[in-house]
């Protein structure tokens, strides 16, 4: 069955810090694996994918993320953190069936300290 | 903004009363999938339509709910004798669907519903 799982619900980072915020997943298919961000009051927004090409992934605003088969993770990256990073961020898996729905995470919520 | 729009941003009704959320696609996107969120909660999945074909349901949508798609452009998602347990946050999303599991979501900006 498909599952992601996010360590930390809340994760706080000054600004310039880095940003690191966890994703694990469980799939029984090969996975295809995605960040979204979320502002408050508004829909979500793809960051970055991972369809089985790369195994570093880049995407937009600086992020970046990293397959890792061997520890069926997938975290979400920064260097340097800005302030208007602070977010709700979400990992989501492909569902296994031919409906390609995503599995999501519960999210970490990002604060970014001045 | 993604190119989906969702109608209305926000919703406040009373217990019993039906409701009916519209989501408007990106052009030429045949894939259109419903989700629900609630505070503290990622996404969960409600439905999805290929064209105007619904294809799945999930076990979370009960009678009282029903989406639509006529002509496989514009979807409606209806909750009738709404409880105080459906307030969340409508999310719709669609996708260009030349049938990639990997092709990205897009998502409208949802509409937040709260039930009294």
């Known amino acids: 069955a498909q599952s992601v799982t996010q360590l930390g619900s809340h994760v706080s980072v000054s600004e310039g810090a880095l940003v690191l915020l966890r994703c694990n997943y469980s799939s029984s298919v090969p996975p295809y694996l995605f960040w979204y961000v979320q502002y408050p009051n508004q829909g979500l927004q793809l960051l970055l994918k991972y369809t089985s090409a790369a195994t570093l992934v880049k995407g937009i605003n600086g992020f970046e993320a990293e397959f890792k088969k061997s520890e069926t993770s997938f975290h979400l990256t920064k260097p340097s953190a800005h302030m208007s990073d602070a977010a709700e961020y979400f990992c989501?898996?492909?569902?296994?069936?031919?409906?390609?729905?995503?599995?999501w995470g519960l999210g970490t919520s990002l604060a970014v300290n001045p | 903004d993604t190119g989906v729009s969702q109608n209305p941003r926000h919703k406040i009704t009373k217990r019993g009363q039906n409701v009916t959320f519209r989501c408007d696609p990106i052009?030429?996107?045949?894939?259109l999938y419903w989700y629900r969120q609630t505070l503290g909660q990622g996404p969960e999945f409600l439905t999805y339509f290929q064209n105007e074909a619904q294809l799945e349901k999930s076990r979370l949508l009960s009678d009282r709910f029903s989406a639509e798609r006529p002509k496989g452009s514009f979807s409606t998602l209806e909750i009738q004798r709404t409880e105080q347990g459906d307030s969340a946050m409508y999310l719709c999303a669609t996708v260009m669907g030349q049938g990639g599991i990997e092709e990205t979501q897009y998502f409208g900006p949802g509409t937040r519903l709260l039930v009294l």
């Open positions: 052009s030429e996107h045949n894939r």
């Open positions: 989501a898996v492909n569902g296994a069936g031919n409906n390609r729905k995503l599995i």
